[in-house]
């Protein structure tokens, strides 16, 4: 069975300011990732996804994720934040032959003016 | 082209009491996740659906929930004889019939239930 751990629940940082958000997998077969975004009380929107090749990968808003294999990660960043990015973020995880996707329990990231 | 569609959005049941909740795919999908979120936690799997059969439900409390997709209409949700831990947001999501090869779940704004 896969699982994805997101080491941080909270991130404050200033605006302007660069941002990276962890997150780590385990699965035993192939997999593909996922980051999305969770403004309050809407639904999730998908902000970038790795399915193969390049391991640097860009997605809307700014925001580009680094696949690494070695280390199972795939790490969300953007180099300047804004206060519009306040927003939880969920990364996931699809694993081998599964059409439903493992999430982790989210990153709450607030930016600060 | 329209999204996910879920309503209600937000439902307010007492103990006891049965709720709905109905999602209706993207045009053109044809398989359709449902996901719990508790306060401040994130998405739990539930159920996975295509059209008149349930293709996954390992993520479904034994008890008192069902899921349907009907060959027509919305997929369902069932929560009978709801509790307070019961309180959360459920998410649908869909995706296309065939194998893009992207694995992406577009989702639904998702139906609050408060269950007092």
């Known amino acids: 069975a896969q699982s994805v751990t997101q080491l941080d629940s909270q991130v404050p940082v200033f605006e302007e300011a660069p941002v990276e958000l962890r997150c780590n997998y385990s699965?035993?077969?192939?997999?593909?990732l996922f980051w999305y975004v969770q403004y309050p009380n809407q639904g999730l929107q998908l902000l970038l996804k790795?399915?193969?090749?390049?391991?640097l990968v860009k997605g809307i808003n700014g925001f580009e994720a680094e696949f690494n294999k070695s280390q199972t990660s795939f790490h969300l960043r953007k180099p300047s934040v804004h206060i519009s990015d306040t927003a939880e973020y969920f990364c996931?995880?699809?694993?081998?032959?599964?059409?439903?996707?493992?999430f982790g329990s989210g990153t709450q990231l607030t930016v600060l003016p | 082209n329209a999204g996910v569609m879920q309503n209600p959005r937000h439902l307010v049941r007492r103990r006891g009491q049965e709720a709905r909740l109905r999602c209706s795919p993207m045009?053109?999908?044809?398989?359709v996740y449902w996901y719990r979120q508790l306060p401040e936690e994130g998405l739990k799997f539930m159920v996975y659906?295509?059209?008149?059969?349930?293709?996954?439900e390992s993520g479904m409390p034994k008890e008192r929930f069902s899921a349907e997709f009907p060959k027509e209409g919305p997929s369902i949700l069932r929560i009978q004889q709801v509790v307070r831990g019961d309180s959360a947001a459920y998410f649908c999501?869909?995706?296309?019939?065939?194998?893009?090869?992207?694995?992406?779940?577009?989702f639904g704004e998702g139906s609050r239930l408060t269950v007092l």
């Open positions: 996931a995880v699809r694993a081998g032959s599964a059409r439903q996707l493992t």
């Open positions: 790795y399915l193969s090749g390049s391991t």
């Open positions: 699965s035993s077969v192939s997999v593909y």
């Open positions: 999501a869909s995706s296309p019939p065939y194998d893009t090869n992207t694995g992406e779940l577009f």
């Open positions: 659906l295509q059209k008149e059969n349930i293709i996954d």
């Open positions: 045009k053109g999908h044809s398989h």
